[in-house]
């Protein structure tokens, strides 16, 4: 199987793969570094193969020497990108049976093809398409960490499971999906644990100036994680918090798969395409509140920036609102 490149994607990408692996099929995901510990908390998977590749680029010469390496290994491959190139190791390696979508140009290259519908399913419908099956509408990605794995990277850490809460305040596509950090700052200075900030490196600067003022009335309420674990310990902190809140990304499914207590928040986007499939997740969108005046006719947008420069769908949604969330999903919070 050829992983997606977004954790987001891997993480829905999980049904697909109990499906096949409920019908007896071998699985090995080949994924990019920054999403292969995903494809390790899915205990269907036999063997995860990191890629050497960038974004960009055909890297044609890296492709070919490792369908050479595994050439005769595989009856199928799934390619769930819809890239040409994701679809040239599998061509390059001979492997009998190639499954995708119809993507850019590659129709030599896959032996089965899918159209790629009109409207557009969820995302978890879409990849679970390619196993073949129908009755994919209840379907629900689902994670697990070892105990041991969870134990040492909090070890590692040094915090305590159940005893923090996780705070994912980045979102990749841009700032029409992240609630405001001033917000994310009152709602830490109220709750009853400790703060876990995650992102990525870019995300630092956002979590300190969340943590900040935070920790200047309460010293040690948020702990800056961002861009100082690897994804597994980023991981483990989720799957060991009492609860997650973050903005429509990547680290919100994880949360849901692994059954987290969270609330999602959704700005320009839109939680009837990509919702967190979590019983235990809350989520706010002032897009379907009837209460909410003036109505959001500009939602979802699906812009990286607020078009109208107010970016009410998320300045509006109070700390309080989350905090009112986080005691359905996480009482006593």
Not at 64 to 85: C, D, H, M, T
Not at 100 to 122: D, I, M, S
Not at 230 to 238: H, M
């Amino acid at each position: 199987m050829i992983a997606p490149q977004w954790i987001g994607d891997a993480v829905m990408t999980e049904p697909l793969i109990r499906r096949l692996a409920a019908r007896g099929e071998k699985l090995t995901v080949g994924a990019l570094p920054w999403v292969a510990p995903v494809y390790r908390a899915m205990p269907q998977v036999a063997e995860v193969i990191e890629f050497p590749f960038a974004h960009g680029g055909l890297q044609f010469r890296e492709r070919r020497a490792i369908a050479k390496r595994i050439q005769g290994q595989f009856e199928r491959a799934y390619v769930l990108p819809n890239s040409l190139k994701s679809a040239l190791l599998p061509f390059l390696a001979s492997i009998p049976e190639r499954i995708g979508y119809f993507g850019e140009a590659r129709v030599g290259l896959l032996t089965h093809r899918l159209k790629n519908p009109k409207n557009k399913p969820p995302m978890v419908a879409f990849y679970s398409a390619l196993s073949g099956e129908g009755g994919l509408d209840a379907d629900r990605p689902q994670l697990q960490m070892g105990e041991a794995d969870i134990d040492k990277s909090l070890s590692e850490l040094g915090v305590q499971r159940g005893g923090f809460y996780v705070f994912a305040p980045g979102a990749e596509y841009g700032p029409a999906k992240r609630w405001p950090a001033q917000h994310f700052s009152e709602l830490a200075a109220q709750l009853d644990k400790p703060v876990m900030l995650l992102g990525s490196g870019k995300e630092a600067a956002l979590c300190d100036e969340i943590a900040a003022p935070v920790n200047a009335a309460k010293a040690g309420q948020c702990i800056n994680f961002a861009g100082r674990t690897s994804l597994l310990q980023a991981l483990c902190l989720i799957a060991a918090s009492k609860a997650t809140i973050s903005n429509d990304s990547g680290l919100m499914h994880v949360a849901a798969a692994f059954g987290v207590p969270q609330v999602a928040i959704f700005g320009s986007s839109s939680p009837l395409h990509t919702p967190p499939l979590s019983g235990k997740a809350a989520v706010l969108w002032l897009k379907n509140d009837l209460t909410y005046q003036p109505p959001l006719d500009c939602a979802p947008c699906f812009e990286r920036e607020c078009p109208l420069g107010h970016t009410r769908c998320l300045n509006d949604i109070s700390a309080q609102r989350v905090l009112d969330g986080l005691q359905q999903v996480a009482p006593s919070t």
